[in-house]
Every structure is written in structure tokens, then in C-alpha cells.
């Protein structure tokens, strides 16, 4: 079921560079939040037609937290809201990560992700329950979330410009570090993802990919945001998934990025 | 206070419908919305066979509107007619099928295909911007408008809506050539082609390079349109183009169009539909309008 509900924001700050971290209050939308759902946050600027799809980094059943980048207009509008500030959304949407419901499975499990892919993994990180490995990337050392995802199991650093952690990639991180595991999910820019899939291919590692693409309606009724797919997709029958309905996650195996 | 209108000979409880492409087959909506409330559901286009659209990035944000080339996706009318009918038959409002094709034969083969299903009305569409055969090439002409609604007419159970491009030098010739082909209705507008660049990337910002431009953007030209096909036709006008308010749909309704297509607002209002159908009676009543056919094209 998803909700169409103007919310309410009960705070919000800048945690880094151009990164916002959003508590939202909901009716309904954070209780039936599962890790790599995203909602659509729509702006109030009547100039700016199409929602922007944000994935959900946390919530608490009651609250919702989402940390985004601002990247154009809509999001900047976003970043002004403070406490009480109504918010229209919609959610949640997308399949979200395949775990079990009791975060058990006991397989190990490596949580990727790079930039602003990093948020849904910390939702994700409380959930599961097994062993588990979190391989994140950020450009440089002006990070976000890695003291809060460290609570929740070992946390491994990769940066782009070397200053911190691992000089290089996340899948360089995971080389490095010897890092191993059962299962990866993951969630970050088109060419990362392409990597943890070659890396899981090479590996013989189960991979899930949480992917992004432009989207109008969020909800699998437009078509404008599908990825092509191995398998025949539900809809038109044409190997063209989803994203928003079908995915966002993904078997690495099923989609070609 | 009556707001049922009749198109040709089909009788909606409201003006108000969904326009093609925005709103599926209404399953994903039907969340949101009560698609009993809705005049009709007009779904997606759909060809013969399936169509995989055009490649990523199919959408962009403009002021005041979007850019689309999807491209016609859809799963061929033999999928459609097996899952897409029976859910929206389950739904009190009419069903109005947009058909899509590269060639006559793939209209005519669909129209044939969707004689005997439980559809009260087809919609034409004879003016997508973004496939390269077919759609549009079909409604650029007044002879190509005439010549397919004629053949269309001649193979259809149902009565036939040509969705009208307004990417014409004069949109009065293609609503008579339609007129004149034997259409029971015409709809209007489809989208404008448009086109954004993306400076960053410094290229095109949807993959097709132009696209279909939709929204409040685009609404003065569309009730323009309206306005000038409504006068030069007997037959009934399906008005659309940035309709998200009872408003808007009240100008297109004034302007001549007898119903009204809600589409691109879905994506930014999925409840835009019943907002419109809301705000008419509103309207109605405040004006002390008992039927909503006396405002059909009033405005002279």
C-alpha cells in the first residue's frame, strides 16, 4: 500500500557538503518503510512539475529520515524546510532490499555504498542481523554517516582523493581490506554498481543493486524510467524493467547496466 | 445538477478522463484514486505486437512542464486485452482504448483484435512525436488524417476518437479531415515537440534528443486549439493539454471541448483527476449551472 500524505518535518540539518538530512513525521509512510524503499518528495514550486525520488535511510515507525544531495532547484527547496514545514511525499515506493523480514539469514552479509548511495544501507544495517561487512565510498573525507553505520558492523572507508581509507573505490576497499561475504547489497552511481556486479560475477557472490534513474509518475504507471532487463519484465513484456516499481533492487544477474 | 455528457452515443458520468500514457491501464493509480469516480480511463497506447520504447533517459523537468519520449512501450494488445480489460472492467466508468501503429495495417489489426472486448470507445493515436514511423507521420497531413480515420472507421465495432497532433500549420484542416474521414470524435492536443539540452553533460537530456512537451506549460496553446478545432467541427472535441485544476478544464470546456484529459498533473497530483471532477461541481454550483452541457463551447 502507498500513502499520498503531506507530512510534517521535525528537523533538519547539513551533515556535509552539499548533504541534508531530513526527520519526517508520517501517518503512514514510515511504518510501512522497508530498507531500499525511496519516496517521492514533491516541491512546492509549481514551476517544478515532477517529484524527486529520495531513498529512505532510516525510520522508527513513527518518523522517517532521508539524507540527500542537493543537485538542482527541487532539492534546494527541500534544504530550506525547517521544523513544521509541511512536506508532500508519497510512499513508500519500489521493492526495496530482499532480506528477511527477521534480518536472519545467516549468510554474511557486505553492504555497499558509494556517495549518495551511502543512506539506505543504514536502514539496511539495522535490519539485518547476520555477520555483515559496510564498504563505503565519498569523494574525500568530508563523509557522512559512517559513525552511524559503524554501530552497526564493520565499517570500511574508500575515497576518491585517497584521504581517507582507501585510495580509490569501494570494490578497490573490498580488494584491499579482503573483504568477504554470502551475499552484497549495494546502492551508488551507475559505475560502481557496474563493478560490484563484475565483482560478485568473478566472486561467485549473490549480488543486489539498487539502481537510479530519471522518473515522472514513481509509482510504474509512465515508463519513462526503465533498465534493461535479462528477463521478460512484468509490464510490456519487453526486457525493460521498472525502476521505480519493478526495482529500485535488482539482482545483479537480471538487469545490464 | 447533471454532469453527464454523451460522445457519440457513449454517455459519461463526467467530462473528466485520464489522457493517454499518464495514467497506464489505471492499476497503478487505483492507490490513489477511485477510478469509479473518473468519465473514462483512457489507457496507454497499445500496438499489435509489444514495443520496447525508446532508450534512457526517456523524461526531463522544463519550466512549467516535462519532456517525454518513452516511445510507446506497451505490451501488445494480446497481453493488454488479457489483463488490462478485465481490471478495468471491474470499475464502473468507460473504457476507452488508445491505439497505437508503424502502419495502417497495424491499426486496423488492433481495432479488429479489440471489436469483440468490452471497450466503449477507441482512441487513434495518429500523433505521437516520438517514434519514427508511424504516430505522428499519420497526423501531419489533412489527406494522411482522412485517409486513416476512413480505414480506421471501416474495421472499428466501436466509435473512433482521432487524437490530433499540434504540430500543424493549421489545426482546423486536421480536425474537418477527420471529420471528413468519419470520426465520431476528435481529442487534442497530443504533446509539442520539444527539445532540452543538457549543459552539463552537454548534450541532449533525453536519449530520443526531442520529445514530447506536456504540462501548464503548454495549456494556452492547447485551449487555442480547442477553441479553433471545436468551431470547425460538428463532432464532439476531447480537450487536453495541462489541465491540473477544475480550472484549467473549465477554459478547455468553455473553449468547446465536451470532456477533458488530465495527464502529465497525474505525476505531480496523483489524485489530479478527482480534484478536477471536485472543482467542476463546485463550480457548477456556485454558478448556478444545472448541466454541465450548457457550458460546452459558450464562449464564442
Redesign the interface.
Known sequence: ??F?ETAIVESQRQISDGIYDMWIMTANIAEKSFPGQFISV?TND??????RPISICETDGRRLRIVYRVVGGGTAEFSGYKAGDKIHI?GPLGNGFPIDRSGASGRKAILIGGGIGIPPMLELAKRIQDDKEIVVGYRNSDTFLDRELKLYGNLTIATDDGSLGTHGTVIDAVSANKISGDVIYACGPTPMLRAVKQYALDNGIEAWLSLE???????????????RSTDKDS??????KRVC?DGPVFNAAEVEL | MNTRINLAGVELKNPVMTASGTFGSGMEYADFVDLNKLGAVVTKGVANVPWPGNPTPRIAEVYGGMINAVGLQNPGIDVFAGRDIPFLKKYDTKIIVNVCGKSERDYIEVVERLADEPVDLLEINISCPNVKEGGIAFGQSAANVEHITRAVKKAAKQPVIMKLSPNVTDITEMAKAAEAGGADVISLINTLTGMKIDINRQTFAVANKTGGLSGPAIKPVAVRMVYQAANAVKIPVIGMGGISTAEDALEFILAGATAVSVGTANFYNPRATLDVIEGIERYMRDKGVEDINDLIGIVK
Open positions: 500500500m502507498k499520498d514533491y509549481a514551476s517544478r512539475l515532477l517529484p508519497l534513474e530519471r522518473m515522472a509518475c514513481g509509482i510504474g504507471a509512465c515508463l519513462a524510467c526503465v533498465c509490464h510490456s513484456m519487453v526486457h525493460n516499481k
